[in-house]
């Protein structure tokens, strides 16, 4: 639920970083906050258990500038990842503009991933948001380890695509970041959408940015 | 609903807002009253300005009413509308205004809760007001920054992130 305050010329977004444990959700942030200058970012909050694994969750503020004398801040969260941790994690997506799906590419983790993916929906659809309507990008993560799944393997499981019913959204959508690839496309006579998806390396912060201004583009794209 | 509502507020609404913290603050003795939306964004702050980080303050206030609220679920209760947080010398006071907003009062021992807690059923029932005007406008009112913001922010992005 993006704020925008006229008094004060500001417009507030929240974007939230959800997946499963140990998939890279908090070293997305701690990049972040490591490479933007002091100036453009507040302090970062982590909500987190003694062996650092996020509790409640992750908060750090960043200032994206100023556009049309409106200051521009976006609010990133992450959510614990581990199964138990739902109702915490269900009160983080409350009033979210734009979500980051990070996933773990190791293939031992798929079936973490497809719960998490799932577990993301449910919450989401109980708050009675259409996750296939607000900015949602998906990012795959670990891509350097030996062990990562191949990216077609994790588009199917994690990214098969949602059905396309309003006509005008109707017509084939070149991804941008993957030629040869559509976001929206016909298969099997059905339209389909699917999420952008990046692939990322965070502990070595590739793909971050990439992924925080994609998903930054689509939220402001949003309120134009 | 695709997602969740943006809502915004005029001059003039900011302009009530702080009139009735102000004369809540003065009738109540309390330093600082802060309000936060419950996605904890900061919407306003009257008083004496806070000496800390106040995102993140805004921040872990939603998270703290939104945890609470849970808590009240779990034991039979529809929601906790108020919660204190005492400290030896410095207070906080919680209340819910019209659901999607929460008033935060710092207070030390220039007052006393009591007065506090009496205060701010007043100041929350003028800001109910206030903030339900504003959110029956939505649609009707400047809901969104004028066309064109989009090229404006994509030059931002390009250049925060080089």
Same mark, same amino acid.
């Given at each position: ?98 979500? &980051?799906?990070?996933? !773990?590419? *190791? ?7 497809? =719960? ?5 929906? /449910? ?60 976001? &929206?496309?016909?298969? !099997?006579? *059905? ?7 990046? =692939? ?5 912060? /590739? ?18 | ?162």
């Amino acid at each position: 639920m993006s704020m925008i305050n006229y008094a004060s010329r500001e417009i507030n977004c929240k974007l939230v970083y959800y997946g499963p444990g140990l998939g890279g959700k908090t070293t997305n942030l701690e990049h972040i906050y490591g490479k933007v200058s002091p100036n453009t970012r507040g302090k970062m909050i982590s909500l987190a258990t003694e062996t650092e694994r996020t509790l409640f969750f992750d908060f750090l503020p960043v200032d994206l500038g100023t556009i049309r004398g409106f200051k521009t801040r976006f609010h990133l969260y992450t959510v614990p990842g581990q199964v138990y941790y739902n109702a915490s994690r269900k009160l983080i997506l409350k009033g979210v503009d734009g979500i &980051v799906f990070v996933a !773990d590419s *190791q293939i031992e983790r798929m079936e973490a991933n497809v =719960e998490s993916m799932q577990n993301l929906y /449910d919450n989401m659809s109980e708050y009675g948001y259409d996750l296939t309507k607000i900015p949602f990008i998906i990012q795959y993560n670990k891509r350097d380890l030996p062990n990562a799944a191949p990216i077609k393997d994790l588009q199917g499981s994690l990214n098969p695509g949602w059905p396309i019913e309003d006509g005008p959204q109707q017509r084939i959508t070149p991804d941008p970041t993957h030629t040869g690839e559509n976001l &929206v496309e016909k298969v !099997d006579n *059905q339209w389909i959408g699917r999420a952008p998806y990046l =692939e990322a390396v965070a502990v070595r912060g /590739d793909g971050v940015f990439d992924t925080l201004k994609t998903v930054s583009k689509m939220v402001l794209k949003t309120l134009s | 609903m695709a997602g969740a509502a943006s809502w915004s507020f005029s001059e003039n609404d900011f302009k009530q807002i702080q009139q009735h913290l102000q004369a809540f603050l003065r009738d109540c003795n309390a330093r600082c009253a802060l309000l936060v939306d419950r996605t904890g964004q900061l919407v306003a702050t009257v008083g004496d300005p806070p000496q800390f980080d106040s995102a993140a303050f805004a921040s872990l206030t939603a998270a703290d009413f939104s945890a609470n609220d849970q808590l009240a679920k779990m034991i039979g209760e529809q929601e906790f509308a108020s919660l204190v947080h005492q400290g030896e010398k410095e207070s906080m006071f919680l209340a819910d205004v019209a659901k999607r907003v929460i008033l935060v009062v710092l207070f030390d021992q220039r007052t006393t809760l009591g007065l506090v807690k009496l205060k701010g059923k007043g100041a929350v029932e003028h800001l109910n007001r206030v903030f339900e005007a504003m959110f029956n406008r939505v649609g009707a009112g400047p809901a969104a920054p004028e066309k064109g913001l989009l090229e404006g922010a994509e030059d931002e992005i390009d250049k925060l992130f080089g």
